[in-house]
């Protein structure tokens, strides 16, 4: 048994017994946003989309699935290159962004200024 499986998707079937109302709406919101016969964004965008949004949050389960879906949907390997690099770029941005919080919180400790102390 390893972290991850392939067979975790099995466990969803608890969930829905568990909560139906819930996973049923969750089920039909997902698949409008993802493949609604209304959508502007085509199907290869949604699923590059996907894989950046995947790569950011680290799910290995939607990593292996809008992959294999932008393939499908007819995303070349540079496309998804560019996608990974995209991604890479602003999870890295998140950590400079957030920097210049830690460096404002450090300007106030030296002044004596310090938020909730």
């Known amino acids: 048994m390893s972290y991850h499986e392939h067979t975790d ?6 969930m ?3 909560a139906p109302k819930a ?26 989309m996907a894989v950046a949004v995947a790569l950011t949050t680290q799910c290995p389960y939607c990593i292996e699935a809008h992959t294999g879906a932008s393939h499908s ?3 070349t390997q540079q496309e998804l290159a560019e996608t990974i690099m995209i991604a890479a770029a602003l999870r890295a941005g998140g950590s400079y962004a957030h920097g210049f919080m830690a460096m404002k919180f ?5 002044g004596g200024d310090i938020p909730g102390a």
């Open 9 to 14: 998707h099995d466990y969803a079937k608890h």
């Open 16 to 18: 829905c017994a568990g």
């Open 23 to 48: 996973f049923k709406a969750f089920a039909a919101w997902d698949s409008q946003v993802m493949r609604g016969a209304d959508k502007v964004i085509p199907r290869k965008y949604t699923e590059l």
């Open 73 to 75: 949907a007819g995303a």
């Open 106 to 110: 450090f300007d106030r400790a030296e």
